[in-house]
């Protein structure tokens, strides 16, 4: 595999949406069974006695990758996780990638805890370990972005004459 896109915002602010984007090429001669990628710090560890889980969000995943899942019956969706979900909780696989081809995950994310944070991310080439995924070098396939998300969101308006959001406040000083 080759990792050919790696994206995700180094500044970014509470409550502001963002995209991250990864997307490997198969430079192989088979196709990939399962490709797929694990995302680590995605959360932080909190320390106080009454909480039932100790593990929190830095990152609220609002649309994770892989098309949307066609219900099978009537339903409305309360979010739309993406396609690619798999059972593991930061794992997500996008199925078979033939030589050549490009694979993207993209997840639309809004950040939740300030501070400075990396993000580490490793390809693979399947779930259940026996397919690797690596380099042209042999090394895994896998890197990391880091992060500072400030406490505030950034002050913007509405230009009302084109109806587009506009950094600044409003009117423009």
């Known amino acids: 595999m080759k990792l050919v896109r790696a994206s995700f915002p180094a500044d970014q602010s509470i409550a502001r949406p963002t995209r991250m984007v990864l997307s490997v090429r198969n430079i192989g001669s088979e196709t990939i069974p399962n490709v797929?990628?694990?995302?680590?710090?995605?959360?932080?560890?909190?320390?106080?006695?009454?909480?039932?889980?100790?593990?929190?969000?830095?990152?609220?995943?609002?649309?994770?990758?892989?098309?949307?899942?066609?219900?099978?019956?009537?339903s409305v969706e309360v979010s739309r996780p993406g396609g690619a979900g798999t059972a593991y909780?930061?794992?997500?696989?996008?199925?078979?990638?033939?030589?050549?081809?490009?694979?993207?995950?993209?997840?639309?994310v809004t950040p939740l805890k300030p501070g400075a944070h990396t993000v580490h991310f490793i390809f693979a080439a399947g779930l259940a370990g026996k397919a690797r995924a690596v380099l042209i070098t042999g090394a895994p396939v896998q890197g990391q972005f880091r992060v500072e998300i400030a406490p505030t969101p950034e002050v913007t308006h509405v230009n009302p004459n084109t109806g587009r959001v506009e950094p600044g406040p409003f009117p423009p000083s």
């Open 36 to 74: 797929a990628v694990t995302l680590n710090s995605l959360e932080y560890t909190e320390h106080f006695p009454e909480l039932s889980a100790n593990k929190r969000p830095v990152w609220a995943i609002d649309r994770g990758p892989g098309a949307i899942a066609k219900p099978p019956v009537q």
């Open 89 to 108: 909780v930061n794992t997500w696989a996008l199925g078979p990638l033939a030589p050549g081809h490009i694979g993207t995950f993209s997840w639309r």
